[in-house]
């Protein structure tokens, strides 16, 4: 279904289990606003607040706009993500009053101040500058056609009481490609000693990361990271198959199994009718443990198949002797 769970413990007082669906052909409440001259629209339970900061309070370190909310960095998506360049009827949108949860957020003195969307999941946050809120209204969201190859952090577009089309912001894809681009950018090596040479580090491959969970992906890119390589995600089969011609650095795949539109056996089947096993290694990582997928995954052309939880010094072993292939 494209969701995900996110799962938060805190020792002695519980575990607290997060259900996100996709949006999708049903009717939720999203906020609609505009910013860069465009409409936009975003689910709002997704928000963690609306704010106004000083234009002064927002800082660029090195090129990366950042503002500090509660002490936290959180980064600032860069305008030319929602450069859409679609046209808009001036005076058509009227605005209508929104809900007391967020009136207190927008509505104090606002003159000579940036308004900031945050946006959270878990413990990452990060922010959009937008212009100006226009309402609060429950909307159908449908998917963009297939013909339209449309940005991963847009869900689809929400269609208003005059016929107008706003793209619909979807705020995880969003935050995961914002850090994940930071952390690429951010090609300070840790100052701590490490078993490869700055030199070595640097020629290391490029791996592709297939997981439809972000938390896991994220996990697993984090680890290959501080061994020296460089990564590239995708959220299920099919958007692996798009980086994969794409990104052309790509030396070896670390794929899951179970995952929306394709999942990772019918990847590594589309795989390995353009790539064999020592062109292209392909590591299943998965929590299914049983024989019988270890025998499908084989028979595909895996060359390992490991099981989650999983030891990073293992995962680690296992591609590098995947590699060697």
Not at 226 to 250: E, R, S
Request: charged fraction near 20%.
């Amino acid at each position: 279904m494209k969701g995900n769970i996110t799962i938060q413990s805190k020792l002695g007082k519980g575990t607290k289990f997060i259900l996100r669906l996709p949006w999708t052909l049903t009717i939720t409440k999203l906020l609609v606003f505009r910013m860069e001259g465009n409409l936009f629209a975003i689910p709002l339970d997704i928000l963690a607040g609306i704010i106004y900061v000083e234009p002064s309070e927002i800082q660029v370190n090195q090129g990366e706009k950042i503002y500090y909310w509660k002490g936290k960095k959180v980064p600032i998506a860069p305008s030319i993500l929602f450069d859409c360049n679609y046209p808009i009827i001036s005076g058509t949108i009227q605005q209508e009053p929104v809900e007391s949860s967020w009136k207190n957020s927008y509505t104090k003195n606002s003159q000579g101040k940036v308004m900031l969307l945050l946006i959270s999941e878990d413990s990452d946050t990060i922010a959009i500058k937008i212009d100006r809120i226009l309402m609060e209204q429950n909307l159908t969201i449908k998917p963009f056609s297939k013909i339209l190859t449309a940005p991963s952090y847009l869900y689809g577009c929400a269609i208003l009481g005059d016929g107008s089309l706003v793209p619909v912001i979807d705020g995880i894809q969003l935050l995961e490609k914002i850090l994940h681009t930071e952390q690429l950018d951010s090609k300070n090596l840790p100052k701590n000693t490490s078993k490869f040479k700055q030199s070595t580090i640097s020629k290391l491959p490029t791996i592709l990361v297939i997981d439809d969970s972000l938390t896991t992906r994220q996990a697993i890119s984090n680890t290959l990271q501080k061994a020296g390589y460089d990564i590239v995600q995708a959220k299920d089969g099919w958007q692996g198959l798009v980086q994969l011609q794409q990104q052309t650095q790509i030396q070896a795949i670390i794929c899951d199994v179970e995952m929306p539109q394709m999942n990772g056996f019918e990847f590594l089947s589309r795989c390995r009718k353009q790539y064999s096993m020592a062109e292209m290694p392909v590591l299943m990582l998965t929590s299914r443990s049983s024989q019988p997928y270890r025998i499908l995954a084989k028979q595909l052309g895996a060359n390992d198949y490991l099981t989650k939880p999983y030891l990073d010094q293992e995962l680690i072993n296992s591609l590098q002797s995947c590699l060697q292939v």
